[in-house]
């Protein structure tokens, strides 16, 4: 038995949410310790993430502050550290799958056992796709924890079958469709049972997805870590071209910060 299905011994439990470093850490960590003093059965340690779709604007906005303070996944794991010094409840990781991608699932999962982290959830993370991360769960004997929405209508079993520590039910903001339709008399309600509801191209974008080795070569040339070597060139100069491609065809392009770094860091790329 997980120490998280342990913590549901008695049939409830207790589970605070804190995002790390909203305010600060120092911070979180003394909520922390107040929230076990006073019952928590397991705690869930948020990361904090620049695009959280699956907050309200609470947690927007508690995002931003922290990241605005320097909260790194680094950092957060120090945290967590100091904490299990003293603090011996289930802890669960929450962020986003972009988060655990770029720090590499088995260095984050490894790392979660090491700091005897319980479980991770993984909000934007669908249930079809769960073997993303749970091969490292597995071997690293880290819940991955399903979540349930009101969306989820019969895919509930197969999900309940297969959940581990806890099911996370997603609340329905507004309530039933009748309490919707009372308080917005006015608005109009469309059935889209059977069809594919898509956001009507507010920021469409194409993300270009890297391999988990190349991710990490941009990571650890970025912040100065690794040395290059003329692999590591030829790749970057393809890479390069690749993106001035896109910029030319489409007209604009977001770079992420390690890139930007390497573009400025060495001669070859200051175009």
């Known amino acids: 038995m997980s120490n998280i299905a342990k913590a549901f011994e008695n049939g409830k439990a207790y589970m605070p949410f804190f995002i790390c470093g909203d305010p600060d850490l120092d911070t979180t960590a003394a909520a922390v310790r ?102 490292w769960c597995e071997q690293y004997g880290v819940d991955l924890i399903c979540m349930v929405a009101a969306t989820s209508r019969e895919r509930v079993t197969a999900i309940a079958r297969e959940a581990k520590g806890f099911l996370y039910i ?36 194409t993300c270009i997805l890297l391999d988990q080795r190349y991710s990490q070569i941009i990571r650890q040339i970025g912040q100065g870590t690794r040395s290059i070597n003329s692999t590591d060139v030829h790749f ?4 390069i071209q690749i993106l001035h491609q896109i910029q030319f065809k489409f007209g604009k392009l977001q770079i992420n910060s390690h890139t930007i770094q390497i573009l400025g860091r060495h001669p070859i790329y200051q175009r």
């Open 236 to 239: 970057l100069q393809c890479l």
């Open 170 to 205: 997603m609340a329905c903001p507004g309530g039933t469709t009748a309490e919707l339709r009372a308080k917005y008399p006015e608005a109009e309600f469309i059935d889209a049972k059977g069809g594919v509801i898509m956001p009507a191209f507010i920021n469409a974008h």
């Open 34 to 135: 107040e929230a076990v003093k006073n019952g928590a059965s397991l705690i869930e340690l948020n990361i904090p993430f620049s695009d959280p779709t699956a907050g309200d604007g609470n947690i927007q906005e508690a995002n931003i502050r922290a990241l605005k303070g320097g909260v790194t996944t680094d950092k957060i794991f120090d945290l967590i550290a100091e904490l299990r010094q003293d603090v011996a409840v289930p802890f669960v990781i929450s962020g986003y799958a972009n988060v655990v991608f770029s720090y590499g699932p088995d260095r984050f999962l490894k790392k979660c056992a090491e700091l005897s982290v319980d479980g991770l959830i993984v909000p934007d993370l669908p249930f079809e796709e769960r073997d993303e991360f749970l091969p």
